[in-house]
């Protein structure tokens, strides 16, 4: 038998399995307007395929590829066509995914300089680039996590960091026992992963302080507990279910103030700052202390690349400071000091390729495109019977029928149309459908086909 690293250099040196997955890859590309959004049973059965015990011996590699090629391709959710509305979740720019393939031949590991000078010089540009885009003062760092949940974690880490300091106290030398108490102030429709950051970070959920929200999701101003040193305040950029954007301005400045830390979850949101369209949502972002942002959602970059910013470069670093006999720290950008982990993948290499690409006026126009569908979108459905619950200032959309169980059945027939996919929620304790515009490729075509499948699954739903 072939030694096993003889066999490696055969399909190394041959590419013939790089081959192989082009041409797959050409043929789901091609196929993509014509695949279901989501799988049928059929399908989903197939994957019992992938049902075995772990191999005892080396496999033929063409074979495995094709399994996963013909099992696998049929049971992707088609995010990348331009009917798919679930959760946020972006689709990839050509660009994003040409430059992501180049990259993953590299396979770099963007922890440190030594390990991949080309990430981190495209990360050190990138941070100067998203500091352009935002409006944040040049000295903000960012560092390049898997999403926004980890970006999130990160900032309050930083905010942890700092705010214990200003009360006398060094958290990593100290811990969290015995600590003075942290105030951390959320709006009653924070995302569910700044309660989970919360809990990780040691707070416990009774150092929480709910305030209340307005009817678009927004923090009612007038509620706003007395903030002071102790306070971590954490607003967003992007309401999960209506897309609404909290008053920067007025909450940002009480905030500094009274030297409360200020973390802005802007997961989808926070791009709208490239449109002047949207400079009333995103007026005084800026004067946050940290955000968290993804360009796998609105940007389309491919999985997984989210974003923290801080403005406190010590506090960050601080935080997520990590030692060890072998590091070896250089005069040029380290990734590492700005994310909890150390080894990951180059995610700036695409997030450079999405902005060089588009400029600041591309960006501007996918932002603007995703709006303008989002509010067509919500008109035809309100033309044909359906009530719209939110004021569509971005990408989302949420809407009912006449009762909660039209709502579900009808949220039911429309994701197993195979013709479009969206998710729900609930909102002001209502199930509800919600859409969300978030790929470049949606074309008003495509939403006239969904808001048909709409259409029929209700009147299908009201026949059962
Ligand atoms: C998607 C989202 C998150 C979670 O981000 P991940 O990238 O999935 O970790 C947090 N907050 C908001 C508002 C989101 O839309």
């Not at 030594?114 to 998203?130: G, R, T, Y």
């Not at 898997?146 to 100290?174: C, E, H, M, P």
């Not at 209340?212 to 305040?233: A, F, H, M, T, Y």
Request: hydrophobic share 40%; aromatic share 8%.
């Amino acid at each position: 038998m072939k030694k096993l690293q003889d066999a490696l250099f055969e399909q190394q040196n041959s590419k013939d399995l790089l081959k192989q997955a082009q041409q797959a890859a050409f043929k789901y590309i091609d196929n993509q307007s014509n695949q279901r959004v989501f799988p049928n049973e059929e399908n989903i059965e197939k994957l019992t395929f992938f049902d075995e015990s772990l191999p005892e011996a080396t496999s033929d590699p063409v074979l495995l590829l094709e399994l996963l090629n013909t099992v696998g391709s049929v049971n992707t959710v088609a995010q990348t066509g331009g009917r798919y509305f679930g959760f946020v979740n972006g689709n990839a720019l050509p660009v994003t995914l040409a430059t992501k393939w180049l990259s993953d031949v590299w396979d770099q590991n963007a922890a440190l300089y030594v390990m991949s000078p080309i990430a981190s010089k495209l990360e050190s540009i990138c941070q100067n680039w998203l500091n352009q885009l935002f409006g944040l003062p040049q000295h903000t760092v960012a560092g390049f996590v898997s999403g926004t949940s980890i970006a999130t974690l990160s900032g309050l880490a930083a905010a942890r960091f700092r705010q214990l300091q200003k009360l006398g106290w060094d958290v990593n030398q100290q811990g969290l026992f015995g600590a003075p108490k942290i105030r951390l102030i959320l709006g009653r429709q924070t995302h569910g992963t700044v309660a989970k950051a919360i809990s990780l970070l040691g707070f416990g959920q009774s150092s929480i302080e709910w305030v209340d929200c307005d009817k678009q999701g927004r923090l009612i101003v007038e509620n706003l507990p007395q903030l002071d040193q102790s306070c971590i305040l954490v607003l967003q950029a992007g309401n999960v279910n209506s897309g609404a954007f909290d008053d920067f301005s007025t909450l940002c400045q009480l905030a500094n103030k009274a030297q409360a830390w200020v973390h802005i979850d802007g997961a989808f949101g926070l791009w709208a700052k490239a449109s002047s369209m949207f400079e009333q949502q995103t007026k005084g972002m800026e004067l946050a202390d940290s955000w968290s942002v993804d360009p796998h959602k609105t940007l389309n970059t491919p999985y997984d690349c989210g974003i923290v910013l801080c403005k406190d470069a010590e506090a960050l670093t601080s935080a997520l400071h990590q030692q060890g006999s072998y590091i070896q720290l250089s005069e040029q950008r380290d990734g590492l000091l700005y994310t909890p982990e150390m080894s990951k993948r180059a995610r700036a290499i695409e997030l450079w390729a999405a902005m060089k690409y588009l400029g600041r006026s591309g960006i501007a126009e996918l932002v603007e495109q995703l709006h303008s569908h989002a509010e067509f979108f919500a008109d035809l459905l309100s033309d044909n019977g359906f009530t719209i619950l939110n004021d569509v200032v971005f990408n989302q959309v949420i809407l009912s029928c006449e009762t909660e169980q039209l709502t579900q059945q009808t949220l039911s027939l429309v994701q197993q149309s195979g013709e479009c996919w969206c998710g729900g929620s609930v909102w002001h304790e209502k199930s509800v459908i919600r859409i969300s515009l978030c790929s470049w490729a949606t074309t008003k075509q495509d939403i006239l086909r969904s808001v048909n499948v709409f259409v029929e699954a209700r009147k299908q739903a009201l026949h059962t």
